[in-house]
């Protein structure tokens, strides 16, 4: 059975507010912890405040006063509770501002057969998306009013929206279908092979100006490429002219609450977003756990076909530059939308890993 839809930006855009809704989605836990972290940052913050304009604890005489800022506080706090649903909409959709024309302009498609659920489309930073796992891996299938959500155990997961859906294979009866295969385990694929046996790890030439190159990760590996990863897109100047309008209105805040208060507000302001940036920094176990494992990066004529040894895969173009970090090199996209690491451990020596960025290299200025 297959659908093919094409989404339209208000589709994409329910379908972030579809995934803040079903419990285990990578989106419902990014948006859990900006619901705990942001109202307690506005807490601290109001204290603060709240401390500085009474000069210390409250007095008697000031007693009055503390009681109002301290219900200030409650309703400023709930107010940013409920509104972060809806600013972690806008957020994921301000960063795919550059990909929505691609995600907006071609066909989705979406196939159940053989107990295998396979996606097609496009995805973010001129990735093509392709996703294909058992039908077993379906963590959550849940009606939305926009669509069909499935969430894999993996916590990714996607929107089929009601455009997909047709008087052959109307919604309940596509839902009772993936149901149905979620209930069903397909024997196990085969291992990959490479022309010479099965593909070690590092980096095997194909003889075409190609080839793949394979990695094994674990836990702290994983912590330690993406941090470095992370740091490596921080010094793009890329980066940060997409995110000029933040800047901007952090610049502003800092500015206006160091002219009213001297050096404590500045105190303060430096500490909040010292606090937030901590907490953006800190990620959680599970997304850690999610970029374990083996993965394969087979480099063709066109594009690299990049699979994880949970049956996922992603079409990713080239281009883009090449970065270096102590432990890997990293491709980091266009903006720093997506960037990917490969670690210097993979390769058996130096000569490999020269052979690796040669053929990169040429393959990122042809």
């Known amino acids: 059975m297959q659908w093919q839809y094409t989404m339209t930006k208000q589709e994409v855009r329910a379908q972030f507010r579809a995934l803040t809704r079903v419990q285990g989605s990578i989106a419902n836990r990014q948006m859990l912890r900006l619901r705990l972290i942001v109202p307690l940052v506005v807490v601290v913050a109001m204290l603060v405040f709240s401390l500085i304009e009474l000069g210390g604890l409250p007095t008697g005489e000031q007693m009055g006063t503390a009681i109002v800022l301290l219900i200030l506080t409650a309703l400023m706090a709930l107010l940013f509770w409920g509104l972060m649903p809806v600013q972690y909409v806008s957020m994921q959709m301000s960063a795919l501002r550059r990909s929505l024309p691609e995600m907006t302009s071609q066909p989705y498609r979406v196939t159940l057969a053989e107990g295998f659920l396979t996606l097609d489309g496009p995805g973010v930073g001129g990735q093509k998306s392709h996703i294909h796992v058992p039908a077993a891996s379906i963590r959550t299938i849940q009606t939305d009013r926009a669509g069909l959500v499935l969430v894999l155990h993996s916590g990714a997961g996607f929107l089929m929206p009601l455009s997909a859906f047709s008087e052959e294979a109307p919604l309940p009866y596509s839902r009772s279908l993936f149901e149905e295969a979620m209930k069903t385990r397909p024997a196990a694929p085969e291992e990959p092979k490479s022309p010479d ?92 756990d999610r970029i374990c ?22 079409q990713i173009p080239y281009c883009g530059k090449l970065l270096e970090t102590p432990h890997a090199w990293v491709l980091c996209g266009p903006g720093g939308v997506a960037a990917y690491s490969f670690a210097k451990d993979a390769f058996e020596d130096k000569a490999e890993e020269q052979a690796f960025l040669a053929m990169l290299n040429a393959r990122l200025d042809a």
């Open 197 to 288: 046996g099965p593909v070690r790890t590092g980096f095997v030439p194909d003889g075409e100006g190609g080839g793949t190159f394979v990695q094994q990760l674990d836990r702290e590996q994983a912590r330690l490429l993406l941090r470095e990863r992370t740091i490596a897109v921080l010094k793009t100047g890329t980066y940060w002219r997409r995110k000029w309008p933040a800047l901007v209105l952090i610049a502003l805040g800092v500015g206006y609450v160091t002219f009213q208060y001297g050096l404590v507000g500045l105190a303060m302001m430096v500490t909040l977003v010292a606090v937030m940036l901590y907490a953006i920094w800190r990620r959680p176990a599970g997304d850690f």
């Open 293 to 314: 494992g083996t993965f394969t990066l087979r480099f063709g004529p066109e594009e690299i076909l990049l699979s994880d040894s949970r049956g996922s895969s992603w």
